[in-house]
């Protein structure tokens, strides 16, 4: 049951195959039984999962028509503020904290009936690559118990990989939907920046940050964005621009699409076994009858070094706001304000979320902002404009999204700066605020391997389309790893 897509489910469930509370039972049981060697998950909510799945019960027995998720179970990153239950962002900081209300995107999806099982694992705000961040401990990769699930949105992606959940939600500040998913082997997409309220979601890089599903194929991400996209009033960056029906239109043709690899991205730096896998993707594109061509990204190169100075200076900022008063942590005894302050912040937040904040601070601070700051503001302009000039000559651009498959827990953890190239094809999509999407596209050594489609703004309809015709033919999302040694 748990390798069906999310539309086999609904159908199971309309013709009363299986009723959603059944559906809740056997997720929750899955849980339980794998996940203690996963740790995809930092909180499980069966009581709640169970009497909303008791209600959708009742729903599906009456004749109207229902929206196609109704009765399906999900589980959020544990960064989207859920009302009443736990919302940590994987800090020692809000490992205490009950959202008093629901992020925009998750009351959406409730409000369409899907059944919330719990919070995923992730990197401590999100800051990371391996999910080895979180104060929960590490999220394991599926595949292979020995490997990161990649971050920060690893428990989502592990999650759905080893069947414990038919779908869940992630955020992608510089590659957090993508690199996960690419590393345990699923589909997600990270929408155009502002398509997605991020209301209710802890911020990070607000410039950068956005909400987006992770599931098991195009059709399914599909499904799920439509549902959570669209105008928030509550969010003054969410666009206000009509959310087409994109699981309707999946199958509209897209022969004679053009198709640009961008010639910085396929270098020695991408490791060969990867491109072997990612140019039988790209033969079964011209299959298709799709025109391949090089293009030039010239300035993405940069997008490191870039993303790396304005993600943690905007992050330096929203974080300002654990101050152990308003919410959260607070250390025992402070002798004065300056002390609290101070401890409480050093005592609740990890090293990686110090090294952002020292970092985003540095590059803000009057002596360096012209040098750094301002800088990188400008060169994520030259980012966007290689962007502009691209999708002149092509209409979508395929990429990896990562040099490697997902490397050996602990690899990385002591050496930032190898950690932080791990994002080096994913950060420039969120530098230009496009809409990108990861899907399968084979494996190497026994782990999967993902490719990547950038489009332009608001152009997630084809990275859907594309992938949906191209899992039509072909098998690399229909793989799932083996889970009989993960009991206790
Ligand atoms: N790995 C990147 C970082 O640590 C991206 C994180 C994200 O997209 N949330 O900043």
Request: aromatic share 8%; with cysteine.
């Amino acid at each position: 049951m748990h390798q069906l897509t999310l539309s086999e489910m609904s159908k199971m469930l309309k013709s009363k195959t299986c009723s959603s509370t059944e559906l809740t039972h056997y997720f929750l049981e899955r849980i339980e039984k794998y996940d203690k060697k996963i740790n995809s998950f930092v909180t499980v909510c069966p009581e709640s999962a169970l009497n909303a799945a008791k209600h959708a019960d009742q729903l599906l027995s009456t004749h109207q028509s229902h929206h196609p998720l109704l009765g399906i179970p999900i589980a959020h990153k544990d960064l989207f503020s859920t009302e009443g239950i736990r919302t940590s962002s994987c800090s020692k900081m809000l490992a205490e904290y009950i959202a008093p209300y629901d992020a925009t995107c998750v009351e959406r999806l409730k409000t369409a009936g899907m059944i919330m099982l719990g919070k995923t694992n992730m990197d401590e705000f999100a800051m990371g690559s391996s999910n080895e961040t979180s104060y929960f401990g590490p999220c394991y990769n599926p595949w292979n118990l020995d490997h990161v699930a990649g971050g920060s949105s690893g428990g989502s992606a592990a999650a759905v990989a080893a069947g414990l959940v038919p779908a869940t939600t992630g955020t992608d500040t510089g590659g957090s939907i993508r690199l996960p998913a690419a590393y345990c082997g699923i589909t997600g997409i990270k929408p155009s920046y502002g398509r997605i309220s991020r209301w209710g979601m802890t911020a990070f890089a607000s410039s950068l940050d956005q909400a987006g599903p992770m599931a098991r194929t195009a059709h399914d991400c599909a499904l799920l964005l439509e549902t959570m996209s669209g105008h928030d009033p509550k969010d003054a960056t969410s666009l206000n621009a009509p959310v087409p029906q994109y699981s309707e239109h999946l199958n509209d043709p897209i022969n004679n699409l053009r198709i640009g690899l961008p010639q910085e991205f396929f270098t020695k730096d991408l490791d060969p076994n990867i491109q072997d896998v990612l140019n039988q993707v790209i033969e079964q594109f011209k299959h298709m009858g799709m025109n391949v061509q090089t293009i030039s990204l010239p300035n993405a190169n940069l997008s490191i070094p870039i993303y790396y100075i304005l993600a943690p200076a905007e992050a330096s900022s929203n974080l300002a706001r654990f101050d152990g008063i308003r919410y959260g942590y607070q250390c025992d005894h402070p002798e004065n304000i300056e002390d609290l302050y101070m401890r409480t912040r050093d005592e609740a937040f990890g090293d990686e979320v110090k090294r952002r904040i020292i970092v985003g601070t540095h590059v803000l601070a009057s002596g360096s902002y012209n040098a750094y700051y301002q800088k990188a503001q400008k060169i994520r302009a030259l980012i966007k404009h290689d962007f502009d000039r691209a999708f002149d000559q092509v209409d979508l651009i395929f990429a990896p999204t990562s040099p490697t498959t997902a490397f050996k827990v602990g690899e990385k953890l002591n050496d930032p700066v190898s950690m932080y190239l791990s994002d080096i094809y994913t950060t420039a999509a969120n530098l230009a605020s496009l809409p990108a999407l990861t899907a399968p596209a084979g494996f190497s050594n026994g782990l999967p391997v993902g490719f990547q489609l950038i489009a332009p703004h608001l152009q997630e309809q084809l990275l859907l389309q594309v992938t949906h015709q191209l899992q039509c033919i072909t098998d690399a999302h229909q793989h799932h790893p083996t889970l009989s040694n993960f009991e206790e």
